[in-house]
């Protein structure tokens, strides 16, 4: 848990994210929030009934961290362009645009950002 934390904020850092007039919008701080909602997604989901496993493609860690960096920093203000963050973390830009939209879609995530 405090190695996803500190990853997040040195990608943080690399990419000049830090909103240090607005404490309480800090991008460090919301990108570690939206990353434990979005970890919900590295679970395997099996069914109720039979047990099966109902997704099976789980994203690796650093997408979840790629697109809570992504979504904290619109929030904050702060905005940057999808590529530069997906080659920050060597993943593609339509890979972080899909996890992002899949972690709003979550329960517990509570922000709107469009």
């Excluded at 920093?73 to 530069?84: A, D, F, H």
């Excluded at 963050?85 to 517990?108: V, W």
């Amino acid at each position: 848990m405090k190695k996803d934390e500190d990853m997040i904020t040195k990608y943080c850092h690399d990419l000049k994210l830090e909103n240090n007039e607005k404490p309480e919008w800090d991008t460090i701080k919301k990108s570690i929030e939206i990353y434990n909602i979005g970890k919900y997604l590295l679970k395997k989901q099996r069914c109720a009934s039979c047990g099966n496993i109902i997704n099976r493609r789980v994203p690796e860690k650093r997408v979840i961290m790629a697109s809570s960096i992504y979504i904290a920093s619109i929030l904050t203000g702060e905005r940057r362009n999808q590529v530069p963050i997906a080659q920050c973390f060597n993943i593609s830009a339509e890979c972080l645009r899909n996890q992002y939209k899949k972690i709003m879609t979550l329960p517990g995530y509570k922000y709107d950002v469009f």
